[in-house]
């Protein structure tokens, strides 16, 4: 089955420590996505790529780090410049950036602060 | 800056009853999105309106996009215990640079009472 796998699925970070949160899909989605999700609150965006080796910062990307080598992998590396990162991260993927993309989720990474 | 206000935020019902989610935006939207999160997983596209007072339904689920593409609502008829989650409303703001950014609401947290 095509789908969205992110892992872990649970991760704690200590202090000043870099964390790196997976996600691949085998959708053959060419775009991809990071989301933020905070209790009470919206998804909002971390960083989202369109294409292999490029990416763009979203609406909350201090802190955070991406890379785009493969287009089945999109890793999110939350820095320790990231001084609130307890929270729940989705990835996304859509089969292009044109506005009429749905996009499919993955299970999620819940992070946690030690 | 561009919001997706969503109302209400939480909505307890008894089973059998009716439910509707509000969204509004500050910006024309391209399109209106709507995902479903049930608790401890992740967004499930549901639905994409693009049309100027579309109306789309979907057994007990009635979307609607209005006149001005601003807002957009979902309606569950008698609702069932099956229904029980958050639901995102997510538009595309006009013009988007031809990028898929979308704009989440905050969700409505649906619970219901058997």
């Known amino acids: 089955d095509g789908g969205i796998t992110q892992s872990p699925k649970y991760l704690f970070r200590k202090e000043g420590q870099n964390v790196t949160l997976s996600c691949e899909q085998n959708?053959?989605?060419?775009?991809m996505y990071w989301y933020r999700q905070d209790p009470g609150q919206g998804l909002r965006l971390i960083y989202y790529?369109?294409?292999?080796?490029?990416?763009q910062k979203g609406d909350i990307a201090e802190g955070y780090s991406v890379s785009r080598e493969k287009k089945e992998s999109f890793p999110l590396t939350v820095t320790s410049a990231q001084k609130n990162p307890t929270a729940f991260y989705l990835c996304?993927?859509?089969?292009?950036?044109?506005?009429?993309?749905?996009?499919?989720f993955g299970d999620g990474t819940r992070l946690s602060i030690l | 800056g561009q919001q997706v206000m969503q109302i209400p935020q939480y909505q307890h019902v008894q089973e059998g009853e009716d439910f509707t989610t509000y969204c509004n935006s500050s910006t024309t939207l391209s399109n209106i999105q709507w995902y479903k999160q049930r608790p401890g997983g992740h967004p499930v596209f549901l639905i994409q309106?693009?049309?100027?007072?579309e109306v789309k339904k979907q057994k007990r689920l009635t979307f609607q996009f209005g006149e001005a593409k601003k807002n957009s609502s979902l309606h569950i008829t008698a609702t069932q215990t099956t229904d029980v989650g958050t639901y995102f409303c997510a538009g595309t703001p006009t013009p988007s640079g031809g990028y898929n950014k979308l704009i989440f609401g905050a969700g409505t947290r649906l619970a219901v009472h058997p």
């Open positions: 996304a993927s859509s089969p292009g950036t044109g506005v009429w993309q749905p996009q499919h």
């Open positions: 790529s369109q294409i292999v080796n490029d990416f």
């Open positions: 309106l693009v049309k100027s007072g």
């Open positions: 959708l053959n989605h060419d775009a």
